[in-house]
């Protein structure tokens, strides 16, 4: 293969951060795997601009941020959006980065299982799809032999899929405990350090692109428990769904609980606890100083297994390049594997 055609579905902060990324890293992707990426499509919630012949990475978040639909791109935009879309080109593999939906999924299950069905590699950072039917998608892929990765689905930049995967490969895991979710770790941390309030912060994570499109998801725990729910099908082998998951958020914790705890030198986190026994999102305390206590928009996670004990990742866990940059990395594994 010399060349990979991407459609790159949703154009939002995870879309746009996708296209800037493969205009930085299009020569760095050719040096390591002997292929050129070329966007043939790139698509929003209900327009998108199309060319067989390749589209302007630069140009299309310029034209996104400056006109607010894909459609105004020079002489490429189109009213196709959605299923469409994947009709209206010839493409190898799908980039998809909707907004997640943890009622029905959609549309990231229709895009996903329609591209399979066309014989196309997927890479997502969704996880709407994967919290709800997660054996039915890659049972999908796996009979279609395509490939479908979704490293970029939990953590943002922060390695854990492919990680515990292929590096922990020796090693059966146990369990997993950790802090997945960027936008709550921004408001505790902030709530911690300056007893700033709780809306104001949030509108600021909105604002930084790392609160989801619903930021709801976030604070009620909603985006760590499908997070929850990808690791334990993908690295424990549990066949677990979205309601198996114990979810409280941390729309409870106010300013008094957080300086209650401080005084005992505490912290109090979303931690997500992924094993056989329990899968739960709840909000803890945990010592100062311990390897929960990471700031910001950090993810943590902390991978028991039985040979190598406890193994510990940290990364930035949201955000429009960091997320990006996993979505990259599993193109390229994708193309290191098809030459
Ligand atoms: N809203 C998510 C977070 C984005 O704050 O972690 C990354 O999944």
């Given amino acids: 293969m010399d060349e990979c055609k991407v459609i790159i579905m949703g154009f939002g902060s995870v879309g746009q951060g996708v296209a800037n990324a493969l205009s930085m890293k299009k020569d760095l992707i050719k040096d390591k795997t002997g292929v050129s990426v070329k966007v043939v499509a790139a698509a929003d919630s209900s327009s998108s601009a199309i060319s067989q012949d390749g589209l302007d990475e630069e140009l299309l978040v310029k034209t996104k941020k400056e006109e607010g639909k894909l459609a105004a791109y020079p002489e490429f935009g189109s009213d196709k959006s959605g ?14 980065a909707t907004p997640t939906n943890i009622v029905d999924a959609q549309p990231a299950l229709s895009l996903t299982l329609k591209a399979f069905e066309q014989g196309k590699d997927v890479v997502t950072s969704n996880k709407g799809h994967l919290a709800l039917k997660f054996k039915e998608i890659v049972g999908a892929a796996e009979e279609a032999g395509v490939e479908f990765k979704y490293e970029a689905s939990v953590g943002g930049s922060m390695p854990i899929i492919n990680f515990t ?29 300056e007893g700033s309030d709780y809306e104001v912060i949030l509108k600021e994570s909105q604002e930084l692109g790392i609160a989801e499109t619903d930021p709801t ?53 979303l931690i997500a606890e992924v094993s056989p026994e329990n899968l739960q999102v709840s909000p803890r305390l945990i010592k100062r100083g311990s390897s929960y206590d990471v700031s910001g928009t950090l993810n943590m996670a902390t991978i028991k297994t039985d040979l190598a004990d406890e193994v510990s990742v940290i990364g930035l866990g949201a955000g429009s390049l960091e997320t990006a940059s996993a979505m990259l990395t599993d193109l390229i594994s994708i193309l290191k594997n098809k030459n």
């Fill in 217 to 269: 998801q976030d604070v009620e725990g909603i985006d760590a428990a499908c997070k929850t729910v990808i690791l334990a099908n993908s690295l424990l082998g549990i066949d677990a769904t979205y309601s198996d998951v114990k979810v409280e958020g941390i729309s409870n914790i106010n300013s008094q609980a957080i300086e209650l705890a401080k005084k005992d030198d505490y912290l109090i986190k």
């Fill in 165 to 193: 995967r292929d590096t922990l490969a020796s090693c059966e895991i146990k369990s997993i405990k950790g802090i997945l979710n960027g936008t709550t770790n921004y408001i505790l941390s902030r709530m911690t350090s």
């Fill in 83 to 96: 299923l469409d879309v994947l009709d209206a080109v010839e493409y190898d593999c799908l980039i998809e």
